[in-house]
């Protein structure tokens, strides 16, 4: 049985190119960036070269570029940062309701230390609507933060005019790209953003590396403090093997991001045309403003985690949004805020595609899940049987 | 994550299924919390003749009702009103720590479901069926929550813990 890999959106394994430039680095390399002699410099080198790599791929001068541990130390940095350099100018902070756990309880982290968040609600595609976050503004507010794609739904914010509005109050923008990021164009000057976070293992680079762009002028604290890495902006040693992984991705993904863009929405498209066969499945998110390597779906009548373990037996790799799966017993969220029922909520599967995929596994994953379906909603007390 | 016995539950659950003219029926958990179960009994001489199940919930709570109804059939009444929520976990091997909450539903279906027949014998009910439980946001019920993190009991109905910032479990009577 070939095992199916669905759920880029959790990891994406590495690129062979990836992989080869990282297996290079670690058997030529040992040197630290910061040490002032022949083997420092040699480090120094593949630093600044994948710093370089990850500002193109989202338009940013290299020295905007901060390497940290990942998606959600670049979201921590940037949120925490934000609000403990301006403290002295306000305590309010704009977000959304459906941004990920990394910005909400960093937020709530924030609310224990006196700050205050409101949260902008969005509509039944999971869209924030600019005017909402221009309301919420108030002459306290220091900081927005609003995700570019959401990781659960897919759908993509309007994030440039956001940017306009942030721009027009002056007040410092940070945008959870990490969804995104790699995955579709993300362009930190056409959105306007002051800070942007994104993580390589959304685009077949190495998990535990990812940056945190930081505009210049921001005003921002360390999450880190300690040594003179990164223009003093995030102390520690570099996770060197990690970052030329992330410089090769970013690379790669600029690259090859139109074919890849491409052939994963053909797939999307192709098992969203195969769900008629289920039946009472609805599609989250917006139908055309969505990230095209995901299909976040809810059927009715079962609980995600079953689905989840059945598929997974017959060796097709998803992921659900399921309370019970997640460990958290509560209905995601997002979900609840584009206005699904608790039930449905829980019969939440995400379906997230790569350029190793196929059509031919998006059939065969379409058979299975009608099977699944079908078993569980045998045992289901909530299936009304028809005929 | 699950152990073998719990995933063989899961995989190939036993006595699913809705017996028609049912003795006794047990409704127990709505999907806010998750978990929806729903149990039936045909009932002979005191003892569970025929029992079975439906579950809407995770794999936890399909392995969990699979082995209540599997501990139950054939046993007098009151042999099967001494099956605790921890002694069908111990029979499944146990289960996670934060899928405990499931356990809970299948022995009280179970127990709703006796206690049905014993009602409907003293003709307290007749042959109607229970009310189902009223679907309400978690926030607008009354009660205590639990966190499965911490393990603790939280006084109020708050939707995240007050020591972890974790969303908190309402927790079944």
Known sequence: METIYFDHISATPLHPEVERAMIDYISHSYGNPVSQHRIGDAALEALEGAREKVGGLINANPEEVVFT?????????????VAFARAEKGKHIV???IEHNAVLKSLRMLERMGYRVTSVSVDEFGLVDPD?????????????????????????????????????????????????????????????????????NQFYG??????????????????????????????????????????????????????????????????????????EVVLNGHPTQSLPNLASISVSYVEGEAMMLLLDEEGICISTRSACASGSLRASHVLLSIGRDYATAQGTLLFSFGMT????????????????????RKISPLYKKKG | ??????????????????????????????????DMMTITLKVKDDRIEDIKFETFGCGAAIAVSSMVTEMAKGKTLEEAL?????SVVEQLEGLPKNKLHC???????????????????????????????????????????????????????????????????????
């Not at chain 2, 719990?6 to 998750?34: L, Q, S, Y």
């Not at chain 2, 022995?107 to 479901?113: C, G, S, V």
């Not at chain 2, 020591?163 to 927790?171: D, N, V, Y």
């Open chain 2, 103 to 173: 356990s809970n539903l299948g022995a009280d279906a179970l127990h709703q479901a006796i206690m049905d027949y014993y009602e409907r014998k003293e003709g307290r009910t007749g042959r109607k069926r229970r009310k189902r439980e009223k679907v309400e946001p978690l926030e607008h019920r009354e009660g205590r929550c639990y966190c499965p993190y911490c393990d603790v009991e939280l006084p109020e109905e708050i939707p995240t813990c007050t020591l972890c910032g974790k969303p908190t479990e309402h927790r079944h009577e």
């Open chain 2, 82 to 86: 001494k099956i605790t929520n921890k």
């Open chain 1, 357 to 376: 995929n196929t059509l031919g596994e998006v059939e065969r994953a379409l058979e299975t899940l009608k099977e699944v379906v079908a078993t569980l």
């Open chain 1, 95 to 97: 977000t959304s309701n």
């Open chain 1, 206 to 279: 190495p998990s535990g590396v990812g940056v945190l762009y930081i505009r210049p002028k921001t005003e921002l604290w360390p999450l880190f403090d300690g040594g003179m890495q990164e223009s003093s902006r995030r102390g520690g040693t570099h996770n060197m093997v990690g970052i030329v992984g992330m410089g090769k991705a970013a690379e790669l993904a600029r690259e090859e991001m139109p074919q890849r863009m491409e052939h994963v929405l053909q797939l999307k498209k192709a098992f969203i045309d195969g769900l008629g066969f289920i039946g």
């Open chain 2, 1 to 34: 994550m699950y152990s073998e016995t719990v995933m063989d539950h899961f995989k190939t659950p036993r006595n699913v299924g809705r017996i028609e003219d049912a003795d006794g029926i047990g409704e127990v958990g709505n999907p806010v919390c998750g």
């Open chain 1, 132 to 200: 909402d976050v221009k309301e919420a503004i108030t002459d306290e507010t220091i900081l927005v933060s609003i995700m570019h794609a959401n990781n659960e739904i897919g759908t993509i914010e309007p994030i440039a005019e956001i940017g306009r509005i942030t721009r027009e109050r002056n007040i410092p923008f940070h945008c959870d790209a990490v969804a995104s990021g790699g995955v579709i164009p993300v362009d930190v000057e056409e959105m306007g953003v002051d800070l942007l976070s994104i993580a390589a």
């Open chain 1, 69 to 81: 541990s990942g998606g959600t130390e670049s979201i921590n940095h940037a949120i925490k940062g």
